[in-house]
């Protein structure tokens, strides 16, 4: 197969193309590095298997040859990029999803929407299955990534029942590992960029909202089995262990061995209450359930942080 990512530079979307190579695929990788870093996808350039494109998929694009894959993952995806970017993240998520099914359709490729569980915004069900319409505020500052995603998959959904695109929508929940942007301001990146600096760390709030942390290769692995297995329906994608941000906040103190000490921030707006995903759907239909814990992710995560030790990236500086 030859596959497109957009986003490929990004966490998740490099981790993505590592395993379609991984199984012997080609990928195209576009990205802008707006938020994605070209570290993520060095190892791969060089490889016959993989080609860049620099572009945003938010402009009008085109690719030459043969696709069996649209994966379309480019997006401000932590909630301090959005802030900052916040028309750039409703035109990915609008513009830049047309133009990918648009590529979709003209391969006849099947196509794959990175969506999210923000899509359910401060969830008044909980835990969360598709079949929730979500609870959220459009004019938020979280509401340039929710209401971006939402269209996202209206299109999506549209390209299907009037195209015939073959469609998949994953519903990604709180994920982290090795590759995460050391300052992106996600709350396992932060805690363990701060623990390993000695600087504070930063709760907000009382920190006893929720999450339910999924590890990287395991969020790869379900999308990748999505792809592969899966239909056309919304589909959460996540682990469904549930701890609050308290806890995470004491595992990674444990784990670091840090002098870090917990300070209290306010809590950002908007900022959900709880979050855990119903997996009943992906586990039925994939056949797939997550297979590694918050502390085995977490000391795997502080690792590939030590890495980049004295880096200007983790000083916030690059
Ligand atoms: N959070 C925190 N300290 C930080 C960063 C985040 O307490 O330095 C909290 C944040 O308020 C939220 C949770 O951790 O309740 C997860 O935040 P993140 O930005 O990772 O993702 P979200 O799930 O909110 O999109």
Same mark, same amino acid.
């Given at each position: 197969?030859?596959?497109?990512?957009?986003? *490929? %530079? #990004?966490? =998740?979307?490099?981790? @993505?193309?590592?395993?379609?190579? $991984?199984?012997?695929?080609?990928?195209?990788? &576009?990205?802008?590095?707006?938020?994605?870093?070209?570290?993520?996808?060095?190892?791969?350039?060089?490889?016959?298997?993989?080609?860049?494109?620099?572009?945003?998929?938010?402009?009008?694009?085109? *690719? %030459? #040859?043969? =696709?069996?894959?649209? @994966?379309?993952?480019?997006?401000? $995806?932590?909630?301090?990029?959005?802030?900052? &970017?916040?028309?750039?993240?409703?035109?990915?998520?609008?513009?830049?999803?047309?133009?990918?099914?648009?590529?979709?359709?003209?391969?006849?490729?099947?196509?794959?929407?990175?969506?999210?569980?923000?899509?359910?915004?401060?969830?008044?069900?909980?835990?969360?299955?598709?079949?929730?319409?979500?609870?959220?505020?459009?004019?938020?500052?979280?509401?340039?990534?929710?209401?971006?995603?939402?269209?996202?998959?209206?299109?999506?959904?549209?390209?299907?029942?009037?195209?015939?695109?073959?469609?998949?929508?994953?519903?990604?929940?709180?994920?982290?590992?090795?590759?995460?942007?050391?300052?992106?301001?996600?709350?396992?990146?932060?805690?363990?960029?701060?623990?390993?600096?000695?600087?504070?760390?930063?709760?907000?709030?009382?920190?006893?909202?929720?999450?339910?942390?999924?590890?990287?290769?395991?969020?790869?692995?379900?999308?990748?089995?999505?792809?592969?297995?899966?239909?056309?329906?919304?589909?959460?994608?996540?682990?469904?262990?549930?701890?609050?941000?308290?806890?995470?906040?004491?595992?990674?103190?444990?784990?670091?061995?840090?002098?870090?000490?917990?300070?209290?921030?306010?809590?950002?707006?908007?900022?959900?209450?709880?979050?855990?995903?119903?997996?009943?759907?992906?586990?039925?239909?994939?056949?797939?359930?997550?297979?590694?814990?918050?502390?085995?992710?977490?000391?795997?995560?502080?690792?590939?942080?030590?890495?980049?030790?004295?880096?200007?990236?983790?000083?916030?500086?690059?």
């Amino acid at each position: 197969m030859r596959v497109l990512i957009t986003g *490929v %530079a #990004g966490f =998740l979307g490099s981790h @993505l193309a590592d395993r379609f190579i $991984a199984d012997g695929h080609h990928v195209v990788g &576009l990205d802008n590095f707006i938020t994605g870093h070209p570290d993520n996808i060095a190892h791969l350039i060089g490889d016959e298997r993989f080609s860049f494109v620099k572009h945003n998929i938010s402009e009008f694009s085109y *690719v %030459a #040859g043969d =696709l069996d894959g649209v @994966l379309h993952f480019a997006s401000p $995806a932590s909630p301090i990029d959005y802030l900052k &970017l916040p028309i750039q993240t409703l035109k990915v998520g609008s513009l830049g999803t047309h133009n990918a099914l648009g590529i979709a359709l003209a391969k006849k490729a099947r196509f794959v929407l990175a969506s999210t569980s923000e899509v359910y915004g401060d969830p008044l069900v909980h835990p969360q299955p598709e079949t929730y319409w979500g609870n959220v505020n459009p004019v938020g500052p979280r509401g340039v990534y929710d209401e971006a995603k939402r269209f996202g998959e209206a299109i999506t959904m549209a390209y299907h029942r009037i195209h015939g695109v073959d469609t998949r929508i994953a519903r990604i929940f709180n994920t982290f590992g090795p590759r995460m942007r050391p300052r992106d301001g996600r709350v396992v990146s932060n805690f363990i960029v701060q623990a390993l600096n000695n600087e504070p760390i930063t709760m907000y709030g009382d920190g006893s909202q929720t999450r339910s942390f999924c590890y990287v290769d395991d969020e790869v692995e379900g999308i990748y089995g999505l792809f592969t297995k899966g239909d056309a329906n919304p589909t959460n994608i996540g682990n469904p262990v549930e701890f609050t941000v308290r806890q995470l906040a004491d595992l990674i103190i444990e784990l670091t061995g840090t002098k870090s000490q917990v300070v209290m921030k306010p809590l950002p707006e908007d900022d959900p209450k709880v979050r855990q995903p119903d997996i009943t759907r992906a586990r039925t239909m994939l056949g797939w359930e997550p297979a590694v814990d918050l502390r085995t992710g977490v000391a795997r995560t502080i690792d590939f942080f030590r890495g980049l030790a004295g880096s200007p990236r983790m000083a916030g500086t690059a």
